[in-house]
């Protein structure tokens, strides 16, 4: 069965870190690239980050470059995104997907992250 499950999301405190996990089941994550995206209530979904099928290649949102950082390992088929220096504007639901026209529609229940003070 072909599954992906997003986890390491919690409540902390502005400037405090989580690291978000994103693992398949059923399938190899290795063949895609992989992306994070979040959305936040009233908002529309957005774009965080994106790994590359050769892992070197790798973009952010403006607004996490330099906070956030994503990353594979192969050999768990899960994709991390480390999340630094959190800000309240980054509270939100994060997803993870392969980014490829085939999972176009898909959605998973995704893990809340809630920044505050």
């Known amino acids: 069965q072909v599954q992906l499950t997003e986890s390491g999301g919690g409540s902390v405190q502005p400037g405090q870190s989580l690291t978000l996990s994103c693992t398949a089941s059923?399938?190899?994550?290795?063949?895609?690239?992989i992306g994070w995206y979040r959305q936040a209530p009233g908002k529309e979904r957005e774009g965080v980050a994106c790994?590359?099928?050769?892992?070197?290649?790798?973009d952010y949102l403006p607004s996490v470059e330099g906070r956030f950082t994503v990353a594979r390992d192969s050999a768990k088929n899960t994709v991390y995104l480390q999340m630094n220096n959190l800000k309240v504007e980054d509270t939100a639901v994060y997803s993870c997907?392969?980014?490829?026209?085939?999972?176009?529609?898909?959605w998973g229940r995704g893990t809340q992250v809630t920044v505050s003070s």
């Open positions: 059923g399938f190899s994550l290795a063949r895609y690239a």
């Open positions: 997907k392969p980014n490829s026209p085939s999972w176009k529609n898909y």
């Open positions: 790994i590359g099928q050769r892992d070197r290649d790798l």
